[in-house]
């Protein structure tokens, strides 16, 4: 693989669940038998803002930015029944691994574009999709590149006027790359939630976030009953409260590049910063 070495390993306990990790690093989990089945908390999160935003059956135009196993085109695909998709991921072994052994070539009206996520995005036209879903990592590390403002307003671009962007991301005790990532979203859309466990936002541990965002209105009060409801609760922070947890944090940009967090030896280990 470009960023690793993968590994698929069958669930015991699911007749046809499949895990796909790169270096030992969990990326992707996907039952054949049930596309809706989502194993991954935070993939579950991101469910919670699909199926909270519009009509919850009706199809969208989706791009996706980072494809592992396709769990969230799979997952679309059923739920949404006739939505066109495009996945743009940037190692070619690993699609053609995924494409091999989880047929992602069936899902219907689906399309895997090989290449790097920004000149992808950049061929795309204005307003020709209703979902950009952010979900990139090289090396157990968020694709950092994808988070700048630039980028971001190439994405809004192309999103149309009641669209949603969402996106994964990882970060430790205070949240210093997430915090960028929300002033980033905050400036080109406006409109910005952040969903994680408790024990993420109280710096406790290092685990995922997923933002939502959008130029128009987004159903939060939903969102945060489902993500409250869940096996594993997480809670759903936007508005006054999500300024005051992330700080006055600066805008990500092309021309200062940073090191987005690795995950650490122990993901429960607190911060040593003051």
Known sequence: MRFGTAEIVRDLDRANGWLLSVDGVAQSYVDLDDPRHLEFDYVCRIADVLDSWGDSSAPVDALHVGGGACT????????????????????????????????????PDLDIVVGDGRTVVSGVADLAVDL?????????????????????????????ATGV?????????????????????????GNVLLLAEPGVLRGRRYGNIVLAASAGDLPTEEIAARAAAAAFPARCVWGAELRALVGPARLLTDAEPVTPPTLPTDPFVQSTED
């Open 132 to 160: 950009v879903l952010v979900d990139a990592f090289e090396r157990g590390q968020v694709s950092a590149g994808m988070y700048s403002v630039e980028a971001t307003r190439d994405l809004s671009r192309v999103l149309r």
């Open 72 to 107: 969230l085109p799979r997952y679309l695909a059923a739920a949404r029944p006739g939505s066109q998709q495009v996945v743009v991921d940037a190692d070619p072994a690993l699609v053609a691994l995924v494409r091999d052994q989880f047929a992602v070539d069936t899902i």
């Open 165 to 189: 962007y969402l996106a994964n991301l990882s970060d430790g005790p205070g949240l210093p790359f997430a915090g960028r990532v929300v002033a980033t979203l905050s400036a080109v859309f």
